[in-house]
């Protein structure tokens, strides 16, 4: 870092604290606690199953090489033995922008957690299911769009994708690992694919649509598993701003303005405010776009096991009622350790975590550490 940076980040630190005043001045104290219920959580156990994932990725000359997972445990007070759950796999990739081959790495590892925990709990039938991260950001993840991979017309390869959709709304829930990445699926793309069109870019824009479709069907199928367990997204930021109507964020007043443990009022996620469209599902298969948009999601965020500390919690509203007390009891039942987050996800956290170390690893297995990046004439001797 140049020494000229740190001189213009002092000489703005004066203003940047004035800007910070002028934004707390407006605050409504009286109606920030007015929005906020005291209540002292009574931690309860509860059989809970418990998801996370993590990706890593690496950008070389010509491709992008990234490795994903989701794992999932389930603890039952009442059993001796827990269950896991892991689903993963890497990816190589041509995408063009580095921005994109993220949020590309990001639904896989969405979809990793999800069928990880989709899969165990289809199996152990736990009462309660927690997601690390929000409900709705499982929901809103981008649409693989063509111009990731290539500018060329694609238009030709959407019709492939919509004739495959049925095929992998019928397979991936009875497939353990992720169905669009697997080589029947590849075989099937390839058969529909012309001579002329068998290129790894336009490869990636059918099998990265047809993932997508997955990770909705499959989020879907948790949120409504037949014997109604209790789902939850436990986030420690937020930027929502739909309770106090502030620039500031509400999980930031909850937290400086309300001393008490407790919780603040419910708000409603409308996913239809939230995601206009999802890819072209409306056009090839209405009933669940529609069942999609009809899902209950509510917010809240609570303080269970300090005053310092503030989450944000979303749960799935079934056909019965939830009783936001008992919800906040089980998650302080998870907390350990003194430490202020569900001890659960923290060792999901932990087990999922892929590290620099990690990937390295990777590489020399499959033999990359030594192919060029294209910033090799920026290392020092």
Not at 353 to 363: A, G, H, N, V, Y
Request: charged letters at 30%; one cysteine or more; hydrophobic letters at 35%.
């Amino acid at each position: 870092m140049r020494f000229e940076l740190l001189e213009i980040v002092i000489n703005k630190a004066k203003k940047l604290n004035n800007l910070i005043e002028i934004r707390e001045n407006d605050i409504n104290l009286e109606e920030i606690k007015s929005k906020w219920i005291s209540y002292e959580p009574k931690p309860k156990e509860i059989h809970v199953l418990a998801s996370d994932g993590s990706f890593y990725s690496k950008q070389y000359l010509g491709y992008f090489l990234g490795v994903f997972g989701g794992y999932a445990e389930e603890f039952n007070p009442d059993a001796l033995q827990q269950n896991e759950s892991f689903v993963g796999d890497l990816y190589v990739s041509v995408i063009k922008q580095p921005e994109n081959f993220k949020t590309l790495l990001t639904l896989f590892m969405f979809l990793s957690e999800v069928k990880a925990a989709y899969n165990l709990a289809k199996e152990k039938e736990p009462k309660l299911i927690m997601l690390d991260g929000t409900l709705t950001s499982k929901f809103i993840i981008p649409f693989p769009l063509p111009y990731w991979f290539t500018k060329e017309d694609c238009s030709s390869l959407s019709k492939i994708v919509d004739t495959l959709y049925s095929d992998i709304k019928k397979e991936c829930l009875n497939y353990k690992s992720i169905y669009s990445l697997s080589d029947k699926v590849l075989e099937k793309v390839l058969k529909e694919l012309p001579e002329d069109k068998r290129r790894f870019d336009f490869l990636e824009v059918i099998i990265t649509q047809l993932a997508y479709y997955e990770h909705l069907i499959t989020l879907y199928s948790l949120l409504t598993l037949e014997y109604k367990p209790l789902v939850i997204g436990l986030a420690k930021t937020s930027t929502g701003t739909d309770l106090l109507k502030h620039s500031i964020p509400d999980i930031k007043l909850f937290l400086e303005y309300c001393n008490d443990l407790g919780y603040s009022e419910t708000v409603y996620q409308d996913l239809q405010n939230l995601k206009s469209e999802f890819g072209n599902l409306a056009n090839i298969d209405q009933e669940l776009n529609n069942k999609i948009y009809e899902i209950h999601i509510n917010a809240f965020y609570t303080k269970y096991y300090d005053e310092k500390s503030i989450n944000l919690v979303e749960y799935y509203q079934h056909d019965k009622t939830v009783d936001v007390e008992e919800l906040i009891d089980y998650i302080a039942g998870t907390v350990a350790d003194g430490n202020p987050y569900p001890f659960i996800l923290k060792r999901m956290d932990r087990e999922v975590r892929i590290t620099k170390e990690d990937f390295e690893l990777i590489e020399r297995e499959l033999e990359f550490i030594f192919n060029k990046t294209g910033r090799e004439s920026l290392q020092w001797e």
